[in-house]
């Protein structure tokens, strides 16, 4: 006869409930009471240093998963200690981490949109405090330039409703003097792999629609783009900047 396994693993009601819905395994699940929190523990530090490693890139369940049940099979684990980790990167590390919503391409007319509901579940973690004590103490300075690029690229799309072509986007930071076929700028590097980080931060999303033209290549707001249009700092220091944009021009 197969065991459930033992509450010992996890004190915690959602442990109680997976037990209760637990239906039979091929062997005996009976982990060692360390193991629970060593599980937990795992998943914290991949979590910290993959987000280090990869700027902020969103951590997909499949890895964490993969991570927590390599010893063992349960199909409750998973959901068991991501639920314990979240908490403990919030009461310790003053993290919250949250599922990235996964938002769909407004084009319609390529199978990627069918497809969005399907991609996989992915995570970030956000620091809990407040914006000001977090750029005094803890931002780093020397990478304030890709918080900037990150603002800009964001507010392009935004006042552009949402949606741009790949060369409106182009032309407009061309403005700015940074060009997609500059791999060596003096503080960037290869700008439009810098473009390219923010789809894969889940700021942007690309994609791609076919027209009358032929085939347009656009970038849209993502999850995380979306989530940063709606703070107010955002709002007031976009309206600052396009304020003394129409100040400039009526003094021309």
């Known amino acids: 006869m197969v065991n459930p396994p033992p509450p010992s693993l996890f004190s915690s009601r959602s442990f109680k409930e997976a037990n209760a819905n637990y239906t039979g395994l091929s062997g005996d699940f009976q982990p060692p009471f360390q193991e629970g929190d060593k599980l937990v523990a795992e998943v914290i530090r991949y979590i910290l240093f993959k987000t280090h490693q990869n700027s902020g890139c969103p951590i997909k369940r499949d890895e964490l998963t993969q991570l927590i049940t390599k010893t063992y099979h349960h199909r409750s684990l998973p959901t068991i200690v991501l639920n314990k980790a979240t908490t403990k990167l919030s009461s310790i590390f003053g993290y919250d981490m949250k599922e990235l919503q996964r938002s769909?391409?407004?084009?319609?007319?390529?199978?990627?949109?069918?497809?969005?509901?399907?991609?996989?579940?992915?995570?970030?973690?956000?620091?809990?405090?407040?914006?000001?004590?977090?750029?005094?103490?803890?931002?780093?300075?020397?990478?304030?330039?890709?918080?900037?690029?990150?603002?800009?690229?964001?507010?392009?799309?935004?006042?552009?409703?949402?949606?741009?072509?790949?060369?409106?986007?182009?032309?407009?930071?061309?403005?700015?003097?940074?060009?997609?076929?500059?791999?060596?700028?003096?503080?960037?590097?290869?700008?439009?792999?810098?473009?390219?980080?923010?789809?894969?931060?889940?700021?942007?999303?690309?994609?791609?629609?076919?027209?009358?033209?032929?085939?347009?290549?656009?970038?849209?707001?993502?999850?995380?783009?979306?989530?940063?249009?709606?703070?107010?700092?955002?709002?007031?220091?976009?309206?600052q900047i396009v304020t003394s944009e129409a100040v400039a021009i009526e003094l021309d």
């Open 104 to 239: 769909r391409p407004s084009s319609t007319n390529q199978p990627r949109s069918s497809q969005s509901s399907a991609d996989p579940k992915s995570y970030i973690i956000t620091s809990q405090l407040n914006p000001e004590v977090y750029r005094k103490h803890v931002e780093d300075s020397s990478k304030s330039h890709l918080t900037g690029f990150t603002f800009v690229v964001i507010g392009i799309v935004y006042l552009a409703g949402g949606k741009i072509t790949e060369e409106n986007l182009w032309q407009h930071l061309g403005r700015l003097g940074l060009s997609q076929d500059d791999e060596r700028h003096t503080i960037f590097g290869n700008t439009k792999q810098a473009v390219e980080t923010l789809v894969q931060q889940r700021y942007l999303q690309k994609d791609k629609s076919n027209g009358p033209e032929g085939l347009t290549l656009y970038y849209e707001l993502a999850e995380r783009g979306l989530q940063a249009t709606t703070s107010s700092s955002f709002k007031e220091s976009l309206s």
